[in-house]
């Protein structure tokens, strides 16, 4: 089972930010978070990963809190291509292990 | 550098025909996983393979379902007597070799099966 919690659907204004919230409560301290995103019928994309300092990247930012219970992931200023399914995900950085997908939360940027 | 690759895109198979997907790592990976996702469904882990050897196949069907990835050539995962329960988008990721890096995985554009 997925170990995060993410709000099954979004709506965004073009150009506007969008923060996508995520809950890992029970992140154990050698786990990272990403973030992966799957736009329609395409295969999933790597957006970013974190462990507990907020990182930036050419597609968004994220922001993971003190405790590391929770993070957002932020597309700065959304396009209609941000459209799709972001998945929160908690794994070990170093593990080969399988990604474990939840349901993610679904992102329509609306125009 | 060619991202993650598979082929076919689409594959339309008659029930009782066998289905061959082939997946192509990123230049320099040796580690392959493959992934299901049934319509309006999520993804699901079927397995993961480093050359020659089958690591994790925790999510395979017992039976029908076979995958590989020989010391040349892509990976392939083999369904065998395809039942229209199989139709389904596949996806293929690859992540680089250890050496204490980030091991994000790349996933393909998949390939996308329908049985008639």
């Known amino acids: 089972d997925a170990k995060t919690t993410q709000p099954p659907s979004m709506d965004c204004a073009e150009g506007r930010a969008a923060n996508l919230p995520c809950n890992h409560s029970t992140i154990s301290g050698n786990e990272y978070v990403y973030w992966y995103r799957q736009i329609h019928s395409q295969g999933p994309q790597y957006i970013i990963h974190?462990?507990?300092n907020n990182e930036t990247n050419e597609m968004a930012s994220l922001i993971i809190t003190e405790d590391r219970k929770s993070s957002t992931l932020i597309l700065p200023h959304a396009t209609l291509r941000d459209t799709a399914v972001y998945y929160c995900i908690v794994r070990v950085v170093t593990s080969y292990d399988k990604v474990i997908f939840g349901p993610g939360t679904s992102l329509s940027v609306i125009p | 550098n060619a991202g993650v690759m598979q082929n076919p895109r689409h594959l339309v198979r008659r029930r009782g025909q066998e289905a061959r997907l082939r997946c192509s790592p990123m230049k320099g990976h040796s580690h392959v996983y493959w992934y299901r996702q049934l319509p309006e469904e999520g993804l699901k882990f079927m397995v993961y393979l480093q050359k020659e050897n089958i690591i994790d196949e925790s999510g395979m069907p017992k039976e029908r379902f076979s995958a590989e990835f020989p010391k040349e050539g892509p990976s392939i995962l083999r369904i065998q007597q395809v039942v229209r329960g199989d139709s389904a988008a596949y996806f293929c990721a690859s992540s680089p070799p250890s050496g204490g890096g980030y091991n994000e995985q790349f996933f393909g554009p998949g390939t996308r099966l329908t049985v008639l």
């Open positions: 974190g462990l507990k």
